[in-house]
């Protein structure tokens, strides 16, 4: 069963820093990766993405400069690095990839 699975969440103090994982399995599953959130009563929002042809990156002006997403193509893995988190970064994160979506990971952060 092809599937991506995320990891990486838990609970940060404001200023702290978190890697999310985002991992292809049954298969390597090609396209862009995309990040989004959702914080409770809000809709999902882009966080950012890296293309699949030339790992070109972009971001959501609200973390730009404190996140970076990154690939490991030998794993099937995108990383999101998280740095100076913010209380309003607190959110549920999703991977998407074509079709796939994982199931979410969690992030609060804490004032």
């Known amino acids: 069963q092809v599937q991506l699975v995320e990891s990486g969440g838990g609970l940060v103090q404001a200023g702290g820093s978190l890697r999310l994982s985002c991992a292809a399995s049954?298969?390597?599953?090609?396209?862009?990766t995309i990040w989004y959130r959702q914080a409770p009563g809000k809709v999902r929002e882009f966080v950012a993405t890296?293309?699949?042809?030339?790992?070109?990156?972009y971001y959501a002006d609200s973390v730009k400069g404190r996140f970076t997403i990154s690939r490991d193509n030998g794993n099937n893995t995108v990383y999101l690095q998280m740095d100076n988190l913010k209380p309003e970064d607190t959110a549920i994160y999703y991977c998407?990839?074509?079709?796939?979506w994982g199931q979410g990971t969690q992030v609060t952060v804490s004032s």
């Open positions: 890296i293309t699949w042809s030339r790992g070109q990156t």
């Open positions: 049954g298969r390597a599953i090609t396209g862009n």
């Open positions: 998407n990839r074509g079709q796939f």
